[in-house]
């Protein structure tokens, strides 16, 4: 499939690398297909960024089919630029797909258009440590229709944006409040899915950690509301005495590609790494004998987070001296300097856009 491009009359120039932000500025193009039963997906285009004209029938607004991925592209010091396991997100974005009912895209075509995207809007990729191309694949159901049932047509699209240093003052420790009233998915429901409902029914639970002045929500599993989940958008670790352990994927955690990452380089180091259950009694009982090292979250968009306090009811604890672990420190330098091009990329993560 060829893809068509049409260029963008306007010229605008990219903000100072200081002035970024998070997904707030999107670059001049963007990528674009449609999908229909009749001609799977078709009419592949990489055209100027701008409003899309949608039915207010169109099911996703009614029905939520919606998936959407979250990467990341690099330029490194030498102005290459790196893709940081495109494949993996993209495979991911198929098991999505497969929970909610939209059609399967071919993963080689949609990593070459990305890579014809990126190339065009490569002014857009902002150099400085801890910046990046934030790339967003979203698939949306467009049938104007009323019922319930699989949309039969379908809009695939890439938005990219220019993005700053997630923590803006460097790796600041986060606080952490442990969800009782609400939980985020249920095992045999979508929450291993990256789908847009899942956010929407977070956000309660979000707005009162804010208010109690807390950055995220630790989800607890729906069931016993016991075991460990994950955090906001990430993945978390714990680090207990020299044993580091994430909750294993039990069909309602979204398997975070930093996540892989993070075990697979704990494996290397030779870490005793374990993927099991943690209840949060588990945790407080560890900080109470002194076991508890560290606590961080795993993400594309910050990478490595480390968190500084929790707290689940009126118990509060507190991880670490305020300033980021050491291992939290080492898995994040580990993988922005492959994610750079300043180290290695001995696991064959990263793909050169040329
Ligand atoms: C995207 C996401 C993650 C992290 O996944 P990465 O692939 O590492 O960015 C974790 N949890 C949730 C709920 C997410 O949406």
Known sequence: MEIKITQAKTNRTR??????????????????MDYSEDNGWHNPRIEPYADFSVAPSAMVFHYGQAIFE???????????????????????????????????????????????????????????????????????????FLGVRASFTYK??????????????????????????HVRAVRGGVGE?????????SLIASEKAKKEGYAQVLWLDAIERKYIEEV???????????????????????????????????KKWGMAMSERRISIDEVFKAHEDGKLVEVFGSGTAAVISPVGEIRYGDKVISIGDGT?????????????DIQYGKAEDTENWIEVVD
């Open 15 to 32: 903000p100072q690398d200081s002035e970024l932000g998070f997904g707030k500025v999107f670059t001049d193009h963007m990528f674009v």
């Open 70 to 144: 979250g990467l990341k592209a690099y330029k490194t010091s030498d102005n290459k630029i790196h893709l940081y396991r495109a494949r993996d997100n993209f495979e991911r974005m198929n098991r999505s797909a497969k929970g909610m009912c939209i059609p399967q895209i071919d993963v080689d075509f949609v990593m070459d258009a990305l890579k014809q995207l990126i190339k065009i809007e490569e002014k857009w990729i902002p150099q400085t440590l801890g910046t990046a191309l934030y790339i967003r694949p979203t698939i949306i159901a467009t049938d104007p």
């Open 156 to 181: 695939f699209f890439i938005i990219l944006s220019s993005v700053g240093a997630y923590y803006a003052e460097g790796l600041n420790p986060v606080k952490i409040w442990v969800s009782k009233d």
């Open 193 to 201: 899915f990256k789908t847009a409902g899942n956010y929407a029914a």
């Open 232 to 266: 906001g958008a990430m993945n978390i670790f714990f680090l207990i005495n020299d044993e580091l352990v994430t909750p294993n994927l039990t069909g309602s955690i979204l398997p975070g590609i930093t996540r892989y990452s993070v075990i697979t380089l704990a």
């Open 324 to 336: 980021p672990g050491e291992t939290a420190m080492k898995f994040y330098d580990a993988l922005t």
